[in-house]
């Protein structure tokens, strides 16, 4: 079984977002990443040469939001 939950990272522990459902003392396998955001998952959907932070202030930008015209 392979599950997905958030956790936050403070002070040399993760701190979970939810509660897992596994049994006391059961034997878990654990793999830890950053998570990503959807500017740095689609980045390459657009053939973008330039960097993640730009492409994310063109994305997040009001002016080129369709729903603010509407």
Request: aromatic share 8%.
């Amino acid at each position: 079984m392979a599950i997905t939950v958030e956790a936050t990272y403070e002070n040399g522990i993760l701190k979970l977002a939810s509660p897992l459902p596994f049994k006391e003392h059961e034997k878990v396998e654990v793999t830890v990443r950053v998570k990503s955001n959807w500017v740095e998952e689609t980045a390459g959907l657009l053939k973008w040469t330039g960097d993640a932070e730009t492409l994310r202030d063109l994305a997040e930008d009001v002016e080129f939001d369709p729903q603010e015209g509407a």
